[in-house]
């Protein structure tokens, strides 16, 4: 059992799972939380935005009420007698009888001028009479200037608030002359409206000194404003960015570097909006509450699952892993792991279970380890003694044949190498050598063979890596795997037979891949299928019982990751690689595992 896989699925099985549970119960609580400081956040900034648009919305309609009255006021003017009286009569009249009509329609103009507080002068002009009569200045020339540009304006907007020289009118004509080039009217009476008491209005909206309020009409260009704040400006021009047809509503822009909330309630009757501009972090306090208390909230929770989550750790996981990582010790060879727990709980039990059974284990791998190391040496003898006379079949009757030939020279050369091959299989009886000496029979061994196959077989042979010349191999690794070259496939070859041996060293140095193949067409998938399957068959020992020792000694010395693999040949064959390891390698993994 892959014991990594255990402390995955103990991480997963129980702390996630605690942490998840936990997640589940408090989430919909945080939820709720989160619901009720949306809610509150949401109601207290509705509350607040329609209590301010209804105050911007009532005085839009004051001022649009008072503005129709003054209309009305202006058109009973119109209708005065004393007016009619010189627009009708000034012809006939005697210069005593003209200026009793003008004192009384001064009296009718002062009259209107103090029916309402935004009616700063009225005004009567006779074009005809080349006068006007002003509630507060008399009788004087009349401004032909002034009332060419009241008129213009007129006709553009007909029953539109007119905007000349920063003061405000009303203004009305009889008859109506629309096409001003055509002659002008028999009269015109003129409303000028009170720009202070406007402005005294705008401040008495923002009497508690928050912000500010505007009132303009963009297209004449109109701005009146409770104060000199340029914040003011910017408000009416960034309701008009927003461009909304709303009548009335609250929009919230940044400007000057803070947040506004603006409220503007627009007249379609006088062409005016009104903005209100107000800091949401003043207007809002109790909106700032809910935030502040809900981020208590937050951190709170934070805490409490981070406190669980430690607790958690400290109680269950932490312990958990160390007996997790003491069975990983074990695994490793460490037999010397003891756990202490000074807390008395389940956990102790469990620990004291394991000290028993570590314990136990050691007694009998000690036994089966010292079994097996005796029983493992007898087979590496008996192994290394069944390879041993392969090599004796075909070398005398190669001498044989070579003396009948009286090639004496090659005689001498073929005993020289024989007597080297036997020199190494008997001067020790150690089951380890160097790879250098491993590697010089190999050669030793290739060599006789070409000599016997000179015009039939070539033997190209690498050199072996400095850094592998005095590693510890099992003896008789290459020779027998190069016998099985010959024997089975490079005996049958009539010419261009070839056989390669190849050094690979990995990247870290830590394995070397020796490969030998040859040119042979005797293999195929089904076969090399079979093959490579007697290898794993720990009782197989049948034909192939060369490689199938190789192999099993291989692997008993290094691991799984060592021995021999099959496969087929670039160059037609079969082509062997056989993998070692360098044995301080092993024996650093194994000191770091304990």
Known sequence: MNLRRTTNSLRNTIFIRLVLVFLLIFL?????????????????????????SDQAAFYTFHLQSEIERIRLVQYQLMDNEYLNELVALHGQMTKYE??????????????????????????????DLGITVSAVDGMQELEQAKMSALRKAYQASRSKILFYQGK???????????????????????????GSAINQVLKQLTASG????????RQSGMFFSSSDDPIGRQAADEVARAGTKVQQGVISAKLGGARYLLIYSRSEAIDMTLVRYLPEDQILKRVHTFHLLFRIFTIASVIIFLLFIASSYGFIHKPLARLVRAFREVEQGNLSVKINHT???????????????????????????????????AELKHLQAQINPHFLYNTYFVLYSMAKAEDYDNVLLFLKKLGGYFQYITRSSASELALEKEVELAMTYADIQAMRFSNRVTVEFDDLPDSWRQVPVPRLVIQPIIENAFKYVLENKLSDGLLRIRMFPDAADRKLEIVLEDNGDGIGPDKLRLLSARLNDEHYDGETTGLVNIHRRLRSLYGEDAGIALSLSELGGLKVTMTVIRKEEMDDVQAAGR
């Open 343 to 377: 807390r008395h709980d389940e956990f102790e039990y469990l620990y004291e279970r394991f000290n028993e059974m570590v314990q136990s284990l050691h007694v009998l791998i000690d036994q089966a380890y010292k079994q097996k190391i005796l029983t493992q040496d």
């Open 168 to 194: 405000l009118y009303l203004y009305a004509e009889l008859p109506i002359v629309r096409d001003p080039s055509k002659g002008q009217p028999k009269v015109a009476v003129e409303m000028e409206l009170a």
């Open 98 to 127: 003209l200026l009793t009509s003008v004192n009384k329609l001064q009296d009718a103009l002062n009259f209107a001028l103090h029916s309402s507080l935004y009616i700063a002068n009225t005004y009567a002009h006779f074009p």
């Open 28 to 52: 919909p609580v945080y939820a709720i939380g989160f619901s009720i400081y949306n809610w509150g956040s949401n109601t207290v900034r509705e509350q607040t935005s329609g209590s301010l």
């Open 210 to 217: 928050i912000g500010g309020t505007v009132l303009e009409n």
